[in-house]
């Protein structure tokens, strides 16, 4: 069965970076689109990004364009988001989905923006 594992989460301050992890099993990893979504305390879930089955092209959602950045490494089943000049406002538990849409995802990995 599908199976995404997120890690990477963690506590940072305003204008930090982290990278997350999405390990991925039970599936053929490399013929399908990655997405990352995100719900932030008390709202429903956030597209953030997806990236080809390729890697070859990411899309980002208006509120992380220019400071996140999806990747994925097809040898090792896993898709990456490094997350740059982070602020209070990414505070949020991050997940990976497989394909475009909402479902399947992992458990999510917390991120929190705090000074």
């Known amino acids: 069965q599908v199976q995404l594992v997120e890690s990477g989460g963690g506590l940072v301050q305003p204008g930090g970076s982290l990278r997350l992890s999405c390990a991925a099993s039970?599936?053929?990893?490399?013929?399908?689109?990655m997405t990352w979504l995100r719900q932030k305390p008390g709202k429903g879930l956030e597209w953030v990004a997806t990236?080809?089955?390729?890697?070859?092209?990411?899309t980002y959602g208006d509120p992380v364009k220019g400071r996140f950045t999806c990747s994925r490494d097809n040898a090792k089943n896993t898709v990456y988001l490094q997350m740059n000049s982070l602020q209070f406002d990414d505070t949020a538990v991050y997940y990976c989905?497989?394909?475009?849409?909402?479902?399947?995802r992992g458990q999510g990995t917390q991120v929190t923006v705090s000074s």
């Open positions: 989905a497989k394909g475009v849409g909402y479902t399947p």
């Open positions: 039970g599936f053929i990893f490399s013929t399908n689109y």
């Open positions: 990236i080809t089955d390729d890697g070859g092209r990411a």
